[in-house]
């Protein structure tokens, strides 16, 4: 069974910083492009950052680009999210999801974490 | 940037009833388009990837349609559990773009 459990979520001041992380198990974590998405409270959904299987390929979001930072570790079966400058309008709960097959290109999201809220404020 | 337009925003029904949902882009994503279900505290869940085919684990009952910039998710009897908001998705080269979603709610 795909699992994927998020953490780092917390409350940080305008301008901080958090590490969101994302553990893996189920699958072959290293074979699958992975993405994260947030959605402020009581919002839709908005796409964040995704990460191809090496690290080769990273997209952002234009809202975040330049203050976050995604990454990987295979070898522990884990994604991050460093997020820094961090504004009020990040404020949100935090998805990792995983990408429906282990080919480039497929950008539908099979699996989905718990999700963790950031909490931006002063 | 691609924009989804979702539509209604509120869909009001009964059990049993069939259920159509509108996505609309604003540029052809030809039949690069997905569909989430999103139940109360819940992560979303993956119902309909490239436009027509349902996503595994996902009843018959849920069934999308459309090429270009029309798109439709239809439930063909709702049962209790489908009450949620469904949201489009769509990806370009190095972006994705959710719609803003349908409440889909009990009359």
């Known amino acids: 069974e795909v699992q994927l459990l998020e953490s780092g979520g917390g409350l940080v001041q305008p301008g901080g910083s958090l590490r969101l992380s994302c553990a893996a198990s189920g699958f072959t974590f290293g074979t699958y492009a992975m993405t994260w998405v947030r959605q402020a409270p009581g919002k839709g959904l908005e796409w964040v950052s995704t990460?191809?299987?090496?690290?080769?390929?990273?997209y952002y979001a234009d809202s975040v680009k330049g203050r976050f930072t995604i990454s990987r570790d295979n070898s522990k079966n884990t994604l991050y999210l460093q997020m820094s400058s961090l504004r009020a309008e990040d404020t949100a709960v935090y998805y990792c999801a995983k990408h429906r097959l282990p080919v480039p290109g497929t950008w539908w999201f099979d699996s989905w974490g718990q999700g963790t809220l950031v909490t931006v404020s002063s | 940037e691609i924009v989804l337009t979702q539509s209604p925003a509120t869909l009001s029904l009964s059990p049993g009833e069939r259920a159509t949902l509108s996505c609309r882009a604003s540029?052809?994503?030809?039949?690069?388009l997905a569909w989430y279900q999103q139940r109360p505290g819940q992560a979303p869940r993956l119902l309909i990837y490239?436009?027509?085919n349902r996503a595994t684990g996902i009843p018959a009952r849920f069934s999308g349609s459309g090429s270009g910039t029309d798109f439709t998710l239809t439930i063909s009897s709702l049962e209790p559990e489908d009450f949620a908001v469904y949201y489009c998705q769509q990806r370009s080269i190095g972006r994705v773009t959710f719609g803003q979603g349908t409440r889909l709610e009990i009359k």
């Open positions: 990460i191809s299987v090496s690290g080769d390929y990273i």
């Open positions: 490239e436009a027509s």
């Open positions: 540029q052809s994503v030809s039949t690069y």
